[in-house]
């Protein structure tokens, strides 16, 4: 992983020019401050960008797909969903990551957790990465609860000893003992969410990616995760977390970024950061 030093890192960031698509613009955020080597670094993002192809057409069918397509009709749109961003987070440090709908969250997660690979740009990973992005990601819906815990356990590098030990905790932690034996397609989001997240909890992983997974589920329940997630603050547990909510950020972050449209805002302390992004939220409703 490269180094730089010499730097000194800022408490904030403010990042008030607009990005240039395709050039190597190297912003301060993934510079490693002096004092800091690679082993202290379980994340670092470097220019990193993200262009999909966007169809203008309408294309109903499968069969209409291929039509147009052999006949040159398909017109494509170029979409930046991201655009340079570069930021570094230390070994057990709690990243927050806000910004309005469509501004980047879920892709820049999905980047990280190896999901998808950017246009250009490096992305680099110290540790093994636990990622809760999507509700029922990892489940199968044709499987029961408990069938579920065993595959997605396999899926997170666990054994089946492993998770037969842990199966009753998980179980009991997702509230779901008279649904275990129930088909997971049968289940509610909230209900999928509280059997993935107790799942990707049961041990503190090296870096855990949560995508709006703590707004999810009764009142009850998000206190509980909650209460979890801070269980792993005086761990060394390296947290990136997206959330709307800025009070779970203050609460559950020391850093934080703002991403709108796909750039990077602002990144630094969190209540900063947050407090900065509600007000520019009020401003605009």
Not at 124 to 132: D, E, R, W
Request: hydrophobic share 40%; with cysteine.
């Amino acid at each position: 992983m490269r180094r730089r030093t010499g730097f000194e890192e800022p408490d904030l960031q403010v990042y008030d020019e607009e990005p240039i698509s395709g050039t190597r613009e190297v912003y301060t955020g993934a510079d490693v401050p002096a004092g800091l080597n690679d082993k202290d670094i379980a994340i670092k993002v470097e220019n990193v960008s993200m262009q999909f192809n966007l169809s203008q057409e309408k294309v109903d069918n499968l069969k209409e797909y291929v039509i147009k397509l052999a006949k040159g009709e398909l017109f494509y749109q170029e979409f930046w969903a991201l655009k340079n961003i570069s930021f570094y987070v230390k070994r057990g440090e709690k990243m927050g990551i806000v910004g309005l709908n469509g501004a980047g969250k879920s892709t820049l997660l999905k980047l990280i957790s190896g999901v998808m690979k950017p246009t250009t740009g490096n992305i680099t990973v110290n540790g093994g990465i636990v990622p809760l992005l999507e509700l029922g990601g990892g489940f199968d819906g044709n499987y029961t609860g408990r069938e579920n815990i065993f595959l997605r356990g396999a899926l997170l590098g666990y054994s089946k000893e492993f998770m037969e030990s842990k199966y009753d905790e998980i179980v009991e932690f997702s509230e779901l003992e008279e649904f275990i034996d129930v088909p997971v397609k049968n289940y509610s989001s909230g209900m999928i969410t509280r059997l993935g997240f107790s799942i990707s909890t049961i041990v503190h992983p090296q870096i855990l990616i949560l995508d709006e997974v703590l707004s999810v589920g009764d009142a009850k329940f998000q206190e509980k995760s909650m209460q979890r997630m801070k269980s792993f603050l005086n761990q060394d547990v390296t947290v990136l977390l997206v959330s709307h909510s800025a009070a779970q950020i203050k609460n559950l972050c020391s850093r934080a970024i703002w991403l709108d449209k796909g750039r990077m805002v602002m990144m630094g302390d969190a209540e900063e950061v947050a407090d900065k992004y509600m007000e520019s939220v009020t401003r605009g409703a």
